[in-house]
């Protein structure tokens, strides 16, 4: 069975479950409803409250929680009250014939419901094809023919997309490669402008993911040092320079990363790399006692058998270990 066929099947089984109570099922009568205000039910409710209550006044003498004068003056006053009903209920006679059912009020005809349906089908057809043209189209590339450069160097339609790097403009390859990005030049471009100090926080950030990615980790230290000054309460930048400070270690560093470590915990205190970093960086400055004290809050956080869990507990009792 095709699609289209199924969508008509499903279409026409929707359309006749909606059409037919509304067109052509008789409507049936609503009764009278939960909330029954006729004389009947009003009087049925108040002598089911009467004889539950006396029924209970009676239960209280037989277990000897009522004595006979207080059960007496009960059975008094539940008597008055039901010599009252009573005065009521003969007052109110010519109320209590029976109540005809409410019916349902007449309905459209089954020419317009039928329109009705008919335009609803139509308008929810007619929406499916509007958002039909705002699809996507995955069938191509916009920087083929060079209306969205990749480089931002052009603008329109019209404008030539350059050869691939390292290759000549005539070269058959050129052409296939042209839509290639050029990462060094990219690189290169950030690098311009991280210099110049013209670059905001979301360009350092990707020329740190590129340097990343190139392996370039020398080059990464010395953009987060000139990108922790300018923005020191940044947590990509504070946590990517600890993280540059343990795999490049120079002199001085502990003391001047800790800081840092520190200001970064007060921030997120649950950041569990922040506070391994603080660990190595204490252990590094001689303060076994507080860097072991790091070591064991990290340690029941950490799922057991994964390896920062090993690490942390190898690290724990190494620091146990007395000194030399």
Not at 1 to 15: F, R
Not at 57 to 69: G, I, K, M, S, Y
Not at 193 to 221: H, N, Q, T
């Amino acid at each position: 069975m095709n699609g289209p066929l199924l969508l008509a099947l499903l279409t026409a089984a929707a359309g006749l479950a909606v059409a037919w109570p509304l067109a052509f099922a008789p409507p049936s009568p609503l009764g009278r409803g939960l909330e029954d205000d006729a004389p009947v039910a009003r009087w049925e409710g108040e002598r089911a409250r009467l004889i539950a209550a006396m029924r209970d006044n009676d239960l209280a003498l037989a277990e000897c929680r009522l004595d006979a004068r207080a059960h007496e003056t009960t059975a008094a006053r539940l008597a008055v009250e039901a010599e009252r009903v009573l005065g009521r209920l003969r007052a109110a006679r010519g109320q209590f014939a029976p109540a005809a059912e409410a019916r349902a009020g007449p309905g459209p005809g089954r020419l317009a419901t039928l329109l009705v349906l008919a335009l609803t089908l139509a308008a929810g057809f007619g929406a499916e094809r509007v958002a039909r043209w705002q699809d996507i189209d995955l069938t191509g590339s916009p920087h083929a023919d060079g209306s969205v450069p990749l480089d931002g160097s052009a603008t329109g339609a019209g404008a030539a997309v350059p050869p691939a790097a390292g290759l000549p403009a005539g070269s058959p390859l050129a052409a296939d490669d042209a839509v290639a990005p050029d990462i060094g030049a990219m690189v290169e471009r950030l690098e311009a402008r991280v210099a110049a100090g013209d670059a905001g926080p979301g360009e350092i950030k990707m020329l740190l993911r590129s340097y990343d990615s190139l392996g370039r980790m020398a080059d990464a230290r010395r953009v987060l040092e000139d990108a922790l000054a300018r923005f020191p309460d940044d947590p990509d930048f504070q946590i990517g320079w600890l993280r540059a400070v343990i795999t490049l270690p120079a002199a001085g560093d502990p003391a001047r990363a800790l800081p840092v470590a520190e200001r970064l915990i007060a921030a997120m205190p649950d950041l569990l790399e922040a506070r391994w970093y603080r660990s190595l960086l204490l252990a590094a400055l001689g303060r076994r006692e507080d860097a072991l004290a790091e070591l064991m809050w990290i340690a029941p956080r950490l799922p057991a058998g994964s390896p920062a869990h090993a690490a942390v507990t190898g690290r724990i009792e190494e620091l146990s270990r007395p000194p030399g």
